[in-house]
């Protein structure tokens, strides 16, 4: 069974930046299409980006994009979520999700995916 393990959440000031890992050690990575969600309390998981098995296709969605880019190391099993020019309102939990031989029609639909990382924090505020 697939174990995912994100890592890099933390505390920073609007305008930084701030880099998160999806990892897996149980399993090849390689095989399964990686989406970033995020989750405020009380509120939906938001999907908002995703990164095909070979890293030839990402989506982003409208709220990260031109900030936020992803970028996979298979032989790492490892995905990665570099954001910048943070604000106030990318403070939520931020969660990685695998879905086996994705095709990225619907990467933001959080039922598409079959495992899905812990979450790490990430607060930005002043």
């Known amino acids: 069974q697939l174990q995912l393990a994100e890592s890099g959440g933390g505390l920073v000031q609007p305008g930084g930046s701030l880099s998160l890992s999806c990892a897996t050690s149980?399993?090849?990575?390689?095989?399964?299409?990686v989406g970033w969600f995020r989750q405020a309390p009380g509120k939906e998981r938001e999907g908002i980006l995703f990164?095909?098995?070979?890293?030839?296709?990402?989506y982003y969605a409208d709220s990260v994009k031109g900030r936020f880019t992803v970028y996979r190391d298979n032989a790492k099993n490892t995905v990665y979520l570099q954001m910048n020019r943070l604000k106030t309102d990318d403070t939520d939990v931020y969660y990685c999700?695998?879905?086996?031989?994705?095709?990225?029609?619907?990467?933001?639909?959080?039922?598409?995916?079959?495992?899905w990382g812990q979450g790490t924090q990430v607060t930005v505020s002043a």
């Open positions: 999700a695998a879905e086996l031989f994705s095709d990225g029609s619907k990467w933001s639909d959080k039922r598409e995916y079959d495992y």
């Open positions: 149980t399993y090849t990575l390689g095989y399964y299409g």
């Open positions: 990164i095909s098995e070979d890293g030839d296709k990402t």
